[in-house]
Nanobody, 117 residues
Framework: VQLQASGGGLVQAGGSLRLSCVVS????????MNWYRQAPGKQRDLVAR???????TYADSVKGRFSISRDNAKNTVYLQMNSLKPEDTAVYYC????????????WGKGTLVTVSS
């Protein structure tokens, strides 16, 4: 199973970006898809998650600004990020929960988001 994240870049504060993560190599859809982020010198934190039924959870710091969605037919998860702030600057990683099928989860390589003030 491979995850390929894309959509990062440089944006001014207040701007928007949409991240995408395509999952390949599995006939099954992940039970849960997650977006994490890791800022320089900090731990990797959960940003948002969406389960197979479409239920979502967000970190308090992004509630009302970020939106996670998934297209199971395309094996893709998205993270729409609006009203970006400099503190959102980080490498964003997608993660797929495949414990049900393969006994493990999988990570993408990450995409860098830089928000300038």
């Amino acid at each position: 199973v491979q995850l390929q994240a894309s959509g990062g870049g440089l944006v001014q504060a207040g701007g928007s970006l949409r991240l995408s993560c395509v999952v390949s190599g599995s006939v099954f859809s992940a039970k849960v898809m997650n977006w994490y982020r890791q800022a320089p010198g900090k731990q990797r934190d959960l940003v948002a998650r969406i389960d197979s039924g479409g239920s979502t959870t967000y970190a308090d710091s992004v509630k009302g600004r970020f939106s996670i969605s998934r297209d199971n037919a395309k094996n893709t998860v998205y993270l729409q990020m609006n009203s970006l702030k400099p503190e959102d600057t980080a490498v964003y990683y997608c993660n797929a929960d495949y414990f049900l099928y393969y006994g493990r989860d999988y990570w993408g390589k990450g995409t860098l988001v830089t928000v300038s003030s």
